[in-house]
């Protein structure tokens, strides 16, 4: 139960990463303070919210427990259906964030010189329609019958793998790549830093 809920666990703490764009936008003279304050209560908060939530959940509803939470109560209620909707209109509104760099990113991949801001309009409104349609019309052309099974499987492996390396090898990475040689790297931090590239490559693989 506990490494089948790995794959939940590096999801929440992906977010972590964003602390490095927040440290390299910080002032010269700010940065250490940064370092000391704002990096260690990032660790310790966001793993006190996932080991408090992972301790109530596994208390409320055992081995059993649901990577949905949701799931784990009773879904025809107007209560959870609310939360359920409430849910959808995050990720409706959240994934277009996203969507933003991946427009970028297939931009530049087909021409690098292109800027995505000065395409023309109608350019710009096939690409994106483009780069939404493809793969909604390949997750609808699948029968429901066989969404589960292999192609659910395929799909869990294609979104964990990313997702485990984006949480427990990218950020000790990052901090080797902007810290090592300078003088806020502190040792400590730095043996840390290349302890969890090689366990985040194993757990990487576990989830």
Same mark, same amino acid.
């Given at each position: 139960?506990?490494?089948?809920?790995?794959?939940?666990?590096?999801?929440?703490?992906?977010?972590?990463?964003?602390?490095?764009?927040?440290?390299?936008?910080?002032?010269?003279?700010?940065?250490?303070?940064?370092?000391?304050?704002?990096?260690?209560?990032?660790?310790?908060?966001?793993?006190? =919210? =996932?080991?408090?939530?992972?301790?109530?959940?596994?208390?409320?509803?055992?081995?059993?427990?649901?990577?949905? !939470?949701?799931?784990?109560?009773?879904?025809?209620?107007?209560?959870?259906?609310?939360?359920?909707?409430?849910?959808?209109?995050?990720?409706?509104?959240? !994934?277009?964030?996203?969507?933003? !760099?991946?427009?970028?990113?297939?931009?530049?991949?087909?021409?690098?010189?292109?800027?995505?801001?000065?395409?023309?309009?109608?350019?710009?409104?096939?690409?994106?329609?483009?780069?939404?349609?493809? *793969?909604?019309? !390949?997750?609808?052309?699948?029968?429901?019958?066989?969404?589960?099974?292999?192609?659910?499987?395929?799909?869990?492996?294609?979104?964990?793998?990313?997702?485990?390396?984006?949480?427990?090898?990218? *950020?000790?990475?990052?901090?080797?790549?902007?810290?090592?040689?300078?003088?806020?790297?502190?040792?400590?931090?730095?043996?840390?830093?290349?302890?969890?590239?090689?366990?985040?490559?194993?757990?990487?693989?576990?989830?």
């Amino acid at each position: 139960a506990v490494f089948g809920q790995l794959g939940t666990m590096s999801y929440a703490y992906s977010c972590q990463a964003v602390i490095f764009e927040a440290y390299q936008s910080t002032t010269a003279q700010d940065k250490p303070m940064f370092i000391k304050g704002s990096m260690l209560l990032a660790t310790v908060a966001g793993g006190m =919210l =996932l080991a408090s939530m992972a301790v109530w959940g596994y208390a409320a509803f055992g081995e059993n427990s649901q990577s949905n !939470i949701l799931g784990n109560f009773n879904v025809h209620s107007t209560a959870v259906q609310v939360t359920m909707m409430v849910v959808v209109v995050h990720l409706a509104l959240y !994934i277009p964030n996203d969507f933003v !760099i991946l427009r970028l990113f297939a931009v530049h991949f087909f021409d690098p010189r292109l800027n995505v801001l000065q395409l023309t309009p109608f350019t710009f409104r096939a690409i994106t329609l483009g780069l939404y349609a493809i *793969p909604t019309l !390949i997750m609808a052309s699948v029968r429901e019958k066989d969404v589960l099974g292999v192609f659910s499987y395929t799909i869990d492996l294609t979104g964990d793998l990313p997702m485990g390396f984006s949480c427990f090898v990218l *950020p000790p990475a990052l901090y080797l790549a902007v810290f090592s040689g300078s003088k806020d790297c502190e040792s400590t931090l730095w043996w840390a830093a290349c302890t969890c590239v090689v366990g985040g490559t194993l757990l990487m693989v576990v989830c």
